[in-house]
């Protein structure tokens, strides 16, 4: 298999498992092997995060989200506590906050990154003003989903925890990514009309 093919294949394995996270440590609660989650995680996070800081292809953010993975599966392992595990969301929500408010500090807003890619020309005025505000609505979403996450760890249920991190997160993720996809086409539409 060619050098292409085994990074594809590395990067989907870590972003399901990233996905699957919560679902993952429940299982291995429950089954009593949390550290193979643990080594799993730590083997797929690290090299993923050490190839996307080598290609440079999806730059520093990639990196520090699965980096983040790493870094908890590895705090886990050393100081055997299964209860790193459970950070892993808030973690990765504080670091796509930092990724997302600091690009609209310096930068090309994130938003405006994925616009352009997708689009392959230049963006209108209008356009970049409206990717600036998605960045920002997602970086509230970052720091509301992170506190949620948090309050789930810090109650000490797994219950909450599982169903927020789990379930109801990614229920709010796509209720807003419909959101927005939705405001975008109604703008777009306005905007050919005139």
């Given at each position: ?69 790493a ?21 990765v ?97 306005a905007?050919?009309?005139q």
């Amino acid at each position: 298999m060619p050098a292409e093919s085994h990074a594809r294949v590395l990067r989907a394995a870590s972003a399901a498992l990233s996905a699957l996270w919560p679902l993952a440590v429940l299982a291995g609660l429950a089954l009593g092997a949390l550290s193979w989650v643990l080594v799993l995680g730590l083997v797929l996070f690290g090299v993923r995060a050490a190839m996307e800081l080598r290609s440079g292809r999806r730059g520093v953010s990639a990196a520090a989200v699965t980096g983040a993975g790493a870094a908890v599966c590895a705090a886990g392992l050393l100081f055997a506590r299964d209860a790193a595990a459970l950070w892993y969301p808030v973690i990765v929500n504080a670091v796509l906050f930092f990724v997302f408010s600091s690009s609209l500090i310096r930068g090309v807003p994130v938003a405006e990154r994925f616009a352009r890619l997708a689009s392959g020309k230049p963006l209108p005025a209008a356009a970049v003003r409206y990717c600036r505000r998605v960045t920002l609505v997602w970086c509230f979403f970052f720091v509301l989903n992170g506190a949620v996450a948090l309050l789930t760890v810090l109650s000490g249920s797994l219950r909450w925890w599982g169903l927020w991190n789990g379930c109801l997160s990614y229920l709010f993720m796509g209720a807003l990514m419909a959101s927005e996809y939705l405001v975008r086409r109604r703008l777009q539409h306005a905007a050919a009309v005139q």
